[in-house]
């Protein structure tokens, strides 16, 4: 996809969704860091639905680890890996306490010390609570960078790598959220609905669906 393809499949984008946010449901980088951590592996929706309990009467680093992880389990026990994902929690309020006064750090290094925290969950903290212009690669991103033609590449590292250097800069800041939910809702693994895709004519997939397509996945 050469630069002017780029600039104009942002453009779309953009035009369909002017302000891309995260599905996941959160009032302060506290709590967005949370629910990221119980994302791994899970929807947005099944976080959601444990959140939205969970932060009504412990929604800080203090009141969580006050709750212990026994009072946190009853509003995760329906997400996968809650038992580990509880662990992280306690683990990390721990640190947020001790170490950065109950506030989420803004530097990576800082927030990838925390546990449960990897270079996705930071990016992911950093872009869309702190405003940074970082890029989250998770299986939808790199499906849709590969499979469009934005940004291939054979790891999450390399495909965030090439999607810094070649997404305009004015679209940084949301690029992260638009590719997501693209690739959630339109740029599907198994179905991609090519046939209703506004980026269609931009894209580079060559098994696209539709009539007279045939159906492929990545």
């Known amino acids: 996809m050469n630069p002017e393809k780029r600039q104009a499949f942002f ?18 980088p506290f709590e967005l860091l949370i629910a990221v951590l119980l994302s791994a592996q899970a929807t947005d929706i099944s976080v959601n639905k444990g959140t939205r309990g969970l932060f009504k009467i412990a929604n800080t680093p203090q009141a969580l680890l006050d709750l212990g992880e026994a009072g946190v389990k009853p509003f995760i026990q329906h997400i996968g890996l809650f038992n580990a994902k509880g662990r992280h929690i306690q683990e990390t309020c721990h640190l947020l306490v001790e170490r950065y006064g109950g506030e989420v750090p803004q530097v990576r ?76 809702y339109t740029c599907k693994a198994r179905n991609p609905e090519c046939e209703q895709c506004i980026v269609e004519p931009l894209c580079s997939f060559k098994q696209k669906t539709g009539k007279g397509k045939v159906r492929g996945h990545i």
């Open 109 to 184: 290094e800082e927030l990838e010390s925390l546990p449960g925290v990897g270079r996705k969950t930071a990016n992911v903290i950093l872009n869309t609570a702190f405003g940074h212009p970082t890029m989250a690669v998770d299986t939808h991103i790199f499906r849709v960078s590969n499979r469009t033609g934005l940004a291939p590449g054979k790891d999450v590292v390399k495909v965030e790598e090439q999607l810094l250097k070649r997404i305009p800069k004015e679209f940084l800041q949301d690029a992260h959220h638009w590719l997501i939910l693209h690739g959630r």
């Open 11 to 28: 453009e779309q984008l953009r035009a369909n969704n002017p302000n891309p946010e995260t599905e996941l449901e959160y009032s302060s």
